[in-house]
């Protein structure tokens, strides 16, 4: 893989750095955030590793306009201290596809990077998708609901994506988790934050929720 570490805090850095290196990847270091995204948007990297905290930049901003203004999909593991549930949401909704709380152990790391890759790679739906009034294009990732575009972080689409494949099926969380994250999750707090913002998404004040959670099993959409 060719990773960018985009990191200010140089022990980490380097450690990070010296582990993958080792590991036959290519690696390439920003130590601020306006490197780090001249970088991300010049270069066709694998994978992205993002501090939030970073001089002249934040993690969250970089994430953004590498979404929203460079229109890139590269992969993004958020590293950082912040441990709140709120730090989670806000990295998620800038458009990272996952996130590991400092300290880390770095053999988390790489296996993290490999399944978001993996998981980058494998889509092989090309078919619009239709429930209810819902509508996905995979081919552009556009999102339609009601008429309205949805603007989605990029795990979102692929759950929604999911979902939508089977329209009430129940997806166990280790299901989704694994087709998503590429691994069933020690936790279960990224799976539902992933689903807090896709129901936040696609919240309509005159229709109920069309993400239905099954109790004990996991998750199905409802056509409405």
């Known amino acids: 893989m060719r990773i960018l570490i985009i990191e200010d805090d140089v022990d980490i850095a380097s450690n990070v750095y010296d582990y993958l290196a080792g590991r036959a990847h290519?690696?390439?270091?920003?130590?601020?955030?306006?490197?780090g995204l001249h970088l991300a948007v010049t270069h066709p990297y694998d994978a992205i590793l993002l501090d939030i905290a970073l001089p002249g930049m934040n993690g969250f901003e970089v994430c953004r306009k590498l979404r929203v203004d460079a229109k890139r999909d590269t992969p993004v593991l958020m590293l950082t201290a912040r441990d709140t549930l709120e730090d989670k949401l806000a990295g998620f909704e800038h458009g990272a596809d996952d996130y590991l709380v400092k300290p880390f152990a770095l053999r988390e790391v790489e296996a993290r990077l490999h399944a978001l890759t993996k998981?980058?790679?494998?889509?092989?739906?090309?078919r619009v998708l239709t429930v209810g009034?819902?509508?996905?294009?995979?081919?552009t990732l556009g999102i339609s609901h009601g008429g309205a575009p949805v603007?989605?972080?990029?795990?979102?689409?692929?759950l929604l994506e999911l979902l939508m494949q089977r329209p009430g099926h129940v997806y166990a969380r280790a299901e989704l988790e694994t087709a998503v994250w590429g691994e069933a999750l020690e936790s279960g707090e990224t799976l539902r934050s992933h689903m807090h913002l896709l129901r936040r998404a696609l919240a309509r004040p005159d229709r109920p929720d069309p993400i239905e959670t099954v109790h004990g099993l996991g998750y199905r959409l409802v056509a409405q």
């Open 26 to 35: 290519t690696v390439d270091h920003a130590a601020d955030g306006v490197t």
């Open 119 to 126: 998981r980058h790679h494998g889509r092989v739906t090309d």
């Open 133 to 139: 009034d819902l509508t996905f294009d995979p081919s």
């Open 151 to 158: 603007k989605l972080p990029p795990k979102c689409v692929r």
